[in-house]
């Protein structure tokens, strides 16, 4: 076994970046990684929550222990999972 320690991200967290689009007065969202994109464009409604919309694009729960964290693409901000995208 290697004795050398592996780069690994936080355990208990794993970035999630939003992007918003509106295309003819509607809002859309991409939800990517910082190295994948899960779902382009996804359309969106004012009752839509983040959890919502990470259970569509990603379709898996996050391993025991961890979770996802919503932040736009510039990382200024941080979302709750039962926020609204507004």
Do not use: H, W
Request: hydrophobic share 40%; charged share 25%; proline share 5%.
């Amino acid at each position: 076994m290697s004795s050398k320690s592996s780069t690994i991200p936080s355990p208990n967290r794993r970035s999630l970046g939003l992007l918003y689009c509106e295309l003819f007065g509607i809002k859309s969202v991409t939800v990517r990684s910082k190295t994948k994109v899960f779902k382009r464009k996804i359309a969106v409604a004012d009752t839509i929550t983040f959890d919502t919309i990470i259970y569509f694009a990603i379709k898996v729960q996050p391993p025991t222990g961890k979770q996802f964290v919503i932040r736009t693409a510039d990382e200024a901000l941080e979302y709750m999972k039962d926020d609204l995208v507004r």
